[in-house]
């Protein structure tokens, strides 16, 4: 049961340190893209553009770098200046995308780290919230995966 922490973590650390840093941001960018920017509303894309966040993934020792403009996410560098910045483990930001947990939770148990603009913050949080998997073609199945790993990766960690 403590494989994933004994075991997979540590070889997905060594590995991921192996990878240049731009194909996880664009990955993630191009799932932004797809699932969360069809459902963002013109207010929301505005106080959302031209700024540059960092998810840092701290069990992996992944940090992504992304920019938001008119035209959706893409990759930035980790290293600049960002607007907003949020650290968690794998299996918390994994168990915040199936919907198994909420940010409040994780932030209050100090798990999931805010650093920035707070307001920006609430916007992202909101807007995360909002999205209606089943709105999207091919959003239920991300959403069913999303859960599966969850459950296993959860569940190899107790």
Known sequence: MEFARSMLIPQLRRC??????KPPAVAICLLANRY???????????HMSNRNYVIEVSDLGLVIGMAFNETGFMAASSGAAANLR??????????????????DTLFFSRRLLIQGETELALLVRNAFDSVDFGAIRGGSMLHR???????????SSQ
Do not use: C, H, K
Request: zero cysteines; charged letters at 25%.
């Open 36 to 46: 969360l920017l069809p459902q963002l509303d013109t207010e929301t894309r505005l």
């Open 145 to 155: 995966l999303l859960r599966g790993i969850s459950r296993r990766f959860a569940g």
């Open 16 to 21: 991921i340190g192996m990878l240049p840093v």
């Open 86 to 103: 949020i650290t968690g483990s794998s299996l918390d930001f994994v168990r915040l995308a199936a919907r198994e947990i909420d940010a």
